[in-house]
């Protein structure tokens, strides 16, 4: 077994499923998509262009976020912004995330008594 | 400029569905310009769209559901019964390639004559492989096609479910193979030793007449080293059995050599017209009183019927050797 490959690949897994909070956290505020990924890498979350633009394509096509075009400046930017459904979810899963953490917290103290 | 960014959004989109493509390329084409510098040079952009990946990696990433021709809930199915398939109609085509090729009735073995044998043997297998392969994939794209939805590919009954094999099924008894040394030891030698002997002992005598002998000695004696190497074959395959005492790969490889070798030249040597003497047909005509056409007719069709039978046998044999051979080992507690 390759200890830093497997590593790597079960914390990619981890991370991967965090990723979409991630992104409907800072979507509280119109964003464009170089910025919400400047902002997301700033903030230390590890996700890629190719990985997030697809991904905010998805969540608008599953009405979780809103969009618009904005054609008045030179570069024309198409904004994101969490919809009421979105706002929703959002808050349940902050709620789902808590748990889980508090879970997970408990299960590790456990584990080195 | 050279149109990068431009052949690059073609490059993800032409892999969308119709409805998708000018929404994503405009998306794209903003992002990958808010990447870049104001005024960019031809490097900024070929990096920028070198962090955005490979366009099929990115485009199956703007697709929302995973599409496969077969899925991987089918693959070990599929190649289970793929390798299964191709190596019978492999063989089928190997051995009905050579046969048809011998029985075409040339004389004459010239460079052009073996050339065709051998390009025109291997061109009908890798036929049939294309072949066996084409049907067997389409057959399993369809299954995968009509349980596309999640619902019906989840839907199982705990009554479903397979018995665990009582004991080893992969199991070959010795005293099997054993036997079957012997047998094919005895029985070999008998059948060559007859053929050799064919004046005296293929025959028959009826009040005390003797007749002529069924064969005719000039046609029958290049067959008698083939029928020795069919004989030591079955005894190697025999002993290969007895030696890895379960159905393995090697095990079901030798069997089907060997199947294939004895059929082949099972009918090689009844289809052959020329090996029947006619001067026994006649001597058994004195006392049969039925007319020498219908008794070389009774002896023709009797010679189909055992082709057939024996050919149905062996593919029957050839399939589930190799289906023993390919299955998992039956877990350690019932292989007792």
């Known amino acids: ?113 | 400029m050279k149109d990068w960014i431009e052949r690059y959004t073609y490059d993800v989109a032409r892999r969308l569905p119709e409805q998708n493509r000018a929404e994503v390329r405009r998306e794209l084409d903003a992002n990958i310009k808010d990447m870049l510098p104001d005024h960019p040079t031809e490097e900024d952009i070929k990096k920028a769209l070198a962090t955005l990946g490979h366009p099929r990696v990115l485009a199956a990433n703007y697709r929302t559901k995973q599409r496969y021709l077969i899925s991987p809930e089918w693959m070990d199915d599929y190649l289970q019964v793929l390798k299964i398939v191709l190596i019978v109609f492999g063989s089928i085509a190997l051995v009905s390639g050579i046969l048809t090729r011998m029985l075409d009735g040339t004389t004459e073995f010239s460079f052009e004559w073996i050339g065709e044998f051998v390009g025109g043997t291997i061109a009908d297998v890798w036929n049939a492989l294309i072949g066996a392969f084409a049907v067997v994939t389409l057959i399993f794209a369809g299954i995968e096609a009509g349980t596309k939805s999640q619902s019906v590919k989840c839907a199982w009954k705990v009554e479903d479910l397979p018995e665990v094999p009582k004991g080893n099924t992969k199991k070959i008894s010795r005293t099997e193979s054993i036997l079957g040394i012997v047998l094919s030891a005895v029985f070999g030698f008998l059948w060559v030793y007859l053929l050799y002997h064919n004046q005296t002992m293929l025959t028959g005598y009826v009040d005390g007449v003797r007749f002529s002998p069924i064969f005719v000695d000039a046609a029958i004696r290049p067959y008698i080293p083939f029928f020795v190497v069919g004989a030591v074959l079955s005894i190697a395959s025999h002993y290969v059995r007895l030696l890895s005492g379960r159905y393995t790969l090697s095990v079901a490889t030798v069997d089907t050599v060997e199947k294939v070798f004895s059929l082949g030249l099972g009918i090689l040597f009844l289809t052959n017209a020329n090996l029947l003497n006619p001067a026994f047909l006649s001597d058994m005509d004195a006392v049969l009183n039925l007319g020498v056409d219908t008794l070389s007719g009774y002896i023709g069709n009797a010679a189909t019927g055992i082709l057939v039978l024996s050919s149905i046998g062996a593919l029957v044999d050839i399939i589930s050797t190799w289906v023993k051979a390919m299955k998992k080992d039956a877990p350690k507690e019932t292989a007792k």
Request: hydrophobic content about 35%.
């Open chain 1, 1 to 113: 077994m390759d200890y830093r490959q497997t590593l790597d690949s079960i914390k990619s897994e981890l991370r991967r499923g965090t990723q979409m909070v991630a992104v409907l956290s800072l979507l509280d505020r119109n964003q464009y998509g170089y910025s919400l990924l400047q902002d997301l890498i700033d903030k230390g979350v590890a996700i890629e262009a190719g990985t997030l633009y697809p991904l905010l394509r998805r969540l608008e096509s599953q009405g979780i976020l809103e969009s618009r075009w904005d054609t008045s400046e030179s570069r024309p930017r198409k904004y994101y912004t969490l919809s009421l459904d979105g706002k929703r979810l959002y808050d349940d899963l902050k709620q789902e995330w808590n748990d889980l953490v508090k879970d997970m917290d408990a299960l590790m103290k456990g584990e080195r008594k």
